[in-house]
């Protein structure tokens, strides 16, 4: 049976391997010096293979919804 390779493989050069996509912080950085967003590239080509913005991390675990808070 076929299995689903595990490895990502680079759209750009076709180099495989995990090894290969690294991930790298953004240089801008908040006040607070944490880096806004992480870059995956592929160190072979440096063809960027996705951008993960940190904030998105944080909204999708802290979402909630809080009804008529301020009602007296
Ligand atoms: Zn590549």
Same mark, same amino acid.
């Given at each position: 049976m076929d299995k *689903? &390779?595990?490895s990502p493989k680079? &759209? $750009?050069c076709g /180099? +495989?391997?995990i090894e290969h996509f690294? $991930?790298?912080e953004s240089t801008s950085r908040s006040r607070y010096r944490e &880096?806004?967003?992480f870059?995956?590239?592929c160190d072979q080509c440096g063809h960027v293979y996705n /951008?993960? +913005?940190k904030h998105v991390f944080a909204q999708t675990a802290t979402r909630v919804v809080l009804p008529n808070e301020? /009602? *007296?």
């Amino acid at each position: 049976m076929d299995k *689903e &390779p595990t490895s990502p493989k680079c &759209p $750009s050069c076709g /180099v +495989a391997g995990i090894e290969h996509f690294v $991930s790298k912080e953004s240089t801008s950085r908040s006040r607070y010096r944490e &880096p806004w967003f992480f870059v995956i590239y592929c160190d072979q080509c440096g063809h960027v293979y996705n /951008v993960i +913005a940190k904030h998105v991390f944080a909204q999708t675990a802290t979402r909630v919804v809080l009804p008529n808070e301020n /009602v *007296e």
